[in-house]
C-alpha cells in the first residue's frame, strides 16, 4: 500500500511539474524573489521596519524571502495544484484507479502529497533564489544553511500543507469545484495574508508575529528603539531613501511557535483526508460520482452545469455542442444543405455569444439586472464608479474566463482549424466578451450618462475593451480558465483598496472627481497589444499546422 502510495504521489508530481502553469508561477517566484532583497539604492522594499532593515545575511534574506514566497505561492501554488482530481478524471485513469484496491484515503493523501511536492519544489527554487541574492548583495558573503533555511521550514511549508490541503477539499466539494471555488480562494487567502500576521493570529499566523518580536528584541541589543523607528511592513513598498541596516542574527524558535506550525500541518492532513467521507474516487456504483467535464470546470458560474466535451456520436446531446454543429449522421440526414440569410459576420458573433453565455442561469442575469436598477438609483456618480462598477465587473469573471479556452477543452480546435479565416473567428469571439462587458456594466455607463460623467465614460469604454483582451489572451496562452481568474482578481482587488496604478476601470477618483487610474491610453494599448498577439500567435499556429 505504501510503495503503491509513493508512487501514484511521484507520479503525479512528475506530471504536474511539466505543465507550463508551473513554469510561470515558478518564474514569478523567483523574480519575487529578486525583488525582496532590494539593493541598497533601490527605490523599494518589501520587508522593513519603518526606517531599517536587517543587513543581507543568511538569517534575514532567508526570512524575507521564505515570507514573500509564503504569500505568494499560497495564492499562485493553489492554482497549479488545483486539477489534481479532475485530471484523472478527464485522462480515464480515475476509473482504472477505481477497479484497484487502493484505499480512498491513500488516494487522497497521494495527491495531498504529490501537492505538497510540488509546491515544496517552488521553495527549493526560492531557496537557491535566496543564495544567489545574497551572494549578489554582497553585504555578508557567509551562508550559514541553517539560519538560511529555517525560515522555509517553520514559516513557508506549513502554510504550503495548507495551500495543498484546500485545493484537494475545494476540488472534493461539488459546489466549489467549479470556477467559484477559483474566485473563493482569492478572498480566502487576502484574508490570510493580511490577518495572519496580526500578533493574535491563531497557530502563529504566517509566521510574521514570531519575526517581529525577533527584529524588535535585535534592534533593542543595537541601541535602536523599534517604537520610534515605525511598524513592521511586508508588502512592495516605495522608499524615499535607503533604509539604515541593523544585523539580524534569527529568530528563536519558541515551543510554542514550533507547535503551533506543527498544528497547522496537522490540520493541513486532516482537511485533505477529510473528503474519504464522501468522495466516491470515480467509483460509478457509489452516487453522486464526480461530474466534472474533464478538463477545467472553472468555466460555469456556480450551480450550473458545465458542457460535455462535444463528441460526433448518434446519442451526444445536442445541447452540449457549440453553436452551428450537429453530429454527422444528422449532416448525412438532410438531403440539402439548409439556406441561411442574412449577415454571416452577424450570425458568427450571435453564435461566439449563445456559446460564451451557454449555461447560464437565470439568477446570474437577475443579477446584472439588480446593478443595473441599483445604479440609477444611486446619485452621486463617485457611488457608481467606486462600487458598483467594480461589482459589476467582477460578477461574469467565470464567464469571461471562457474566453480563448472552450475550443480546446471542448475538442472543436481541430475541426476550427479548417475555418477559412482563423481572425474572424476570433474578432467574433473577442466581440462576445465585450458585448458581455457592455451589458455587465450598462448601469454604471448610463449613470454616468445622465451625470454627464465624460471622463467615466471613457475610462468604462476602455475597461470594456480591455477585459475581454485580457481573458482571451491569457485563454489562448494557458488553454484553460484557472490562469485569468488568478490574474483577473488581484487586478480588480487592487481597484477595490485604491490602488490607482492598477485601476483599469476608471473607479478611483482624485479630489476633483477626475479618475485617478491608468491613463486611458495604457489602457488601450494594452488591450490592442494583447489582441495583436493573439491574431499573431494565431497565424503562427495555422503556418505551422498547414
Not at 9 to 19: C, E, N, Q, S
Not at 295 to 312: I, K, M, N, R, Y
Not at 347 to 353: N, Q, T
Not at 413 to 438: D, K, N, Q, V
Request: charge should be positive; aromatic fraction near 10%; glycine fraction near 10%.
Amino acid at each position: 500500500m505504501l510503495q503503491s502510495l509513493l508512487r501514484l504521489a511521484l507520479g503525479d508530481f512528475w506530471d504536474r511539474v511539466r505543465r507550463p502553469a508551473y513554469a510561470v508561477i515558478l518564474i514569478a517566484a523567483v523574480g519575487l524573489g529578486y525583488l525582496a532583497t532590494p539593493a541598497k539604492e533601490a527605490g523599494w522594499v518589501v520587508v522593513q521596519i519603518g526606517t531599517y532593515r536587517g543587513t543581507y545575511n543568511s538569517a534575514y534574506i532567508g526570512m524575507v524571502v521564505a515570507l514573500a514566497g509564503t504569500v505568494w505561492l499560497s495564492l499562485g501554488g493553489f492554482y497549479v495544484v488545483r486539477n489534481a482530481i479532475a485530471r484523472d478524471e478527464s485522462t480515464g485513469v480515475g476509473r482504472l484507479l477505481a477497479a484497484t484496491p487502493l484505499r480512498t484515503w491513500a488516494y487522497l493523501l497521494a495527491k495531498f502529497l504529490s501537492s505538497v511536492l510540488v509546491l515544496c519544489s517552488m521553495l527549493g527554487v526560492l531557496v537557491v533564489t535566496a543564495v544567489v541574492m545574497q551572494w549578489a548583495r554582497a553585504e555578508s558573503m557567509t551562508v550559514d544553511p541553517v539560519q538560511l533555511l529555517s525560515p522555509f521550514i517553520v514559516i513557508a511549508l506549513p502554510l504550503m500543507a495548507f495551500t495543498a490541503a484546500a485545493a484537494l477539499l475545494f476540488e472534493a466539494i461539488p459546489l466549489l469545484r467549479a470556477g467559484l471555488g477559483n474566485v473563493l480562494w482569492f478572498f480566502v487567502w487576502a484574508f490570510i495574508a493580511i490577518g495572519g500576521q496580526s500578533p493574535n493570529a491563531p497557530l502563529g499566523g504566517i509566521g510574521v508575529a514570531s519575526v517581529v518580536r525577533s527584529l524588535a528584541a535585535d534592534m533593542t541589543a543595537q541601541g535602536v528603539d523599534p517604537q520610534h523607528v515605525g511598524e513592521f511592513s511586508l508588502g512592495l513598498t516605495v522608499v524615499d531613501k535607503p533604509l539604515k541596516t541593523f544585523l539580524w542574527h534569527g529568530f528563536d524558535l519558541s515551543p510554542g511557535f514550533l507547535l503551533g506550525r506543527c498544528a497547522l500541518v496537522v490540520i493541513a492532513l486532516a482537511l485533505a483526508l477529510f473528503p474519504a467521507l464522501w468522495f466516491p474516487r470515480f467509483d460509478p456504483a457509489r452516487a453522486g460520482a464526480l461530474a466534472t467535464s474533464g478538463t477545467d470546470s472553472g468555466s460555469t458560474p456556480e450551480g450550473t452545469a458545465t458542457p460535455a466535451p462535444v463528441t460526433w456520436d448518434d446519442h451526444t446531446s445536442t445541447q452540449a455542442r457549440p453553436a452551428g454543429f450537429t453530429t454527422m449522421s444528422q449532416a448525412s440526414a438532410s438531403a440539402s444543405p439548409s439556406v441561411r440569410y442574412g449577415n454571416p459576420a452577424l450570425r458568427l458573433l450571435l453564435g461566439e455569444v449563445r456559446i460564451l453565455i451557454q449555461g447560464t442561469p437565470r439568477w446570474w442575469w437577475a443579477g446584472v439586472l439588480l446593478l443595473t436598477v441599483v445604479a440609477q438609483m444611486v446619485t452621486p456618480a463617485t457611488g457608481v464608479t467606486r462600487i458598483l462598477l467594480p461589482l459589476a465587473w467582477i460578477w461574469p469573471v467565470l464567464i469571461w474566463s471562457r474566453l480563448g479556452t472552450q475550443r480546446h477543452e471542448h475538442g472543436v480546435e481541430a475541426i476550427l482549424g479548417a475555418y477559412p479565416s482563423a481572425r474572424i473567428r476570433l474578432a467574433a469571439e473577442w466581440a462576445a466578451g465585450f458585448a458581455l462587458t457592455a451589458v455587465a456594466g450598462i448601469g454604471p455607463a448610463l449613470r454616468m450618462c445622465t451625470g454627464i460623467d465624460t471622463q467615466g465614460l471613457v475610462h468604462w469604454l476602455c475597461g470594456a475593451l480591455f477585459i475581454p483582451s485580457f481573458a482571451l489572451v491569457l485563454g489562448t496562452l494557458s488553454r484553460t480558465h484557472r490562469l485569468f481568474q488568478f490574474a483577473y482578481l488581484p487586478l480588480w482587488y487592487g481597484t477595490v483598496n485604491g490602488i490607482a496604478p492598477v485601476d483599469f476601470m476608471g473607479a478611483i477618483r482624485a479630489d476633483d472627481g477626475s479618475p485617478a487610474g491608468m491613463p486611458p491610453a495604457l489602457v488601450l494599448l494594452s488591450a490592442a497589444a494583447m489582441l495583436g498577439f493573439v491574431f499573431l500567435s494565431s497565424a503562427a499556429r495555422r503556418t505551422m499546422t498547414s
